[in-house]
């Protein structure tokens, strides 16, 4: 009761303002920072690999759709020579396509590369990229293993290139003001944090139809899903993560259905099968996918019980960070509902976040953040919602890499240090898991985990 009459009084006091003012840094800076660029420099010149679903939506498209006044396609690669021409023509570009990676590098001479084909391919493009003369965005995660973190940040210091990881989770609003109040030491010293995430029975179920089932496409969702996560908490945090302790189990999908098939189209058991899938219905993915089977096999619409499956459904983690906070994470990837939970523990108080995204109260059009502080009453902060992807936070990302003399007032920007420190954290889970003891994160590359987080803007 305490708290509702705290909480009343704060939204009437202040309302929803107290939670985006300090929000979207970019507001101000745009117009002034787009024109220079448009007078004084040529287009930045980009070259694309992996045109499936995030290269063509979230990069392709977009990019020529929105950005186009700063950057233009100069070509367009797949392994799969049917997606490669069915990606061109959703982008609406008009550059050169290829299945050769080497040749587009040699033909096209890209200031820019965008990584966005499977995961434990990115440090093939990401170092020959590099090693080509151009600089890189690659999708995140960095990569899936700890070896191949190490060739590039190898091939970052050898070529002098620079390599920029898309997370774009950092950039949701919400997300951005829990960063804020951290910074603001609204809960003194952060001691500890308890983050877990829910993948709901239609998004977690996708990553079982798809590539990602297979820890060696995807490095499990402990690299490929968790990165993100784990990066929200290396950001928030500050510091470097130095020990990881894991469990995981696969409990609901893979060996654990009652019955299965290769897909959903060849399957008998549609009418019973809860996580029956009709692929035809989407245009988009029909084109994409369905129509390009024949070069290379990959079936979209895969069944979630392939006996394949082998990656873990649920995750948890104990992570102790270099300047002594300690996390206590989980990942469930077959819940009723998708979202999150974050609490934040420090010596004057603690922040409470959640999201709950594949439901949310339908009388709400905002996010809260709770911050309570010890002894003394709590405070509401409503932050809106966003209308982009990911919480908003894929436009604020693409504004900030695209439009020049953006500032970074949140730190948001993430290079191969960062991109590696998310995926070590999952890749040190998984090794946890397969010896039942904590793992280290030093003793995985040349990265040594510092108290205080590392940040170069790019
Ligand atoms: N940041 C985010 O929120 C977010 C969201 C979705 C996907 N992603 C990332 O984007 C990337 C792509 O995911 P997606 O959902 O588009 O997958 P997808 O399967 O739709 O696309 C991957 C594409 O890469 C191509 N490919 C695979 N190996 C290749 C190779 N060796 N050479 C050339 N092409 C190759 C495939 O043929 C396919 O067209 C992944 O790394 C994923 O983690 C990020």
Known sequence: MK?????????????????????????????????????????IRVALTGTGSRGCGMWGSSL????????????????????????????????????????????????????????????????????????????KPLTTDEKKVQAILDAEKKTGKNCRITFNYRYSPHRAKIWELLKAGEIGELTSADFHWYLDTS??????????????????????????????????????????????DLNFYGKNGRYRAENCRSCRHTSECRFYFDIMKDSYYKQLYVDNERYDGYLRDGCVFRDDVDIFD??????????????????????????????????????????????????????????????????????????????GGDKLLKDQLFLPGTPDPFKQCAGTRDGAFACLVGIAARSSIASGKPVDIAGLTSLQPQAVKEYRRI
């Not at 998004?203 to 899903?225: E, T």
């Open 314 to 391: 649920k995750m948890a983690a104990t992570i102790r960070y270099k300047n002594g906070v300690q996390v206590s994470y989980s990942l469930t990837a077959y819940s009723p509902y998708e979202g999150y939970r974050i609490a934040l523990n420090g010596t004057k108080g603690r922040i409470d976040a959640w999201i709950q995204e594949s439901h949310p109260v339908s009388d709400v059009n905002y996010d809260e953040i709770v911050v309570a502080r010890n002894f003394s009453r709590r405070e509401y902060i409503q932050v809106p919602f966003a209308s982009s992807g990911h919480g």
């Open 64 to 139: 020529s759709n929105d950005y186009s006044a700063y950057v233009e396609f100069v070509g367009l690669c797949d392994k799969n020579q049917g997606r490669v021409e069915t990606g061109k023509r959703l982008i609406g570009a008009s550059c050169p396509t290829y299945t050769d990676f080497e040749k587009m590098m040699r033909q096209t001479k890209p200031d820019l590369l965008i990584v966005t084909t499977t995961d434990a391919t990115h440090h093939e493009f990401i170092i020959r990229g590099m090693e080509s003369g151009a600089d890189v965005i690659t999708e």
């Open 203 to 248: 998004h977690g179920a996708d990553y079982f139809r798809r590539w990602h089932r297979l820890v060696a496409c995807s490095g499990s969702l402990w690299v490929h899903k968790a990165s993100h996560h784990f990066d929200l908490l290396n950001w928030w945090i500050d510091s470097d993560p130095e020990t990881v302790y894991a469990l995981g």
């Open 3 to 43: 708290d509702r009459m705290s909480r009343r009084s704060f939204l009437a006091a202040s309302g929803a303002v107290a939670g985006t003012t300090l929000l979207n840094p970019l507001r101000g800076a745009k117009a002034e920072a787009v024109f220079p660029r448009v007078k004084m420099q040529e287009k």
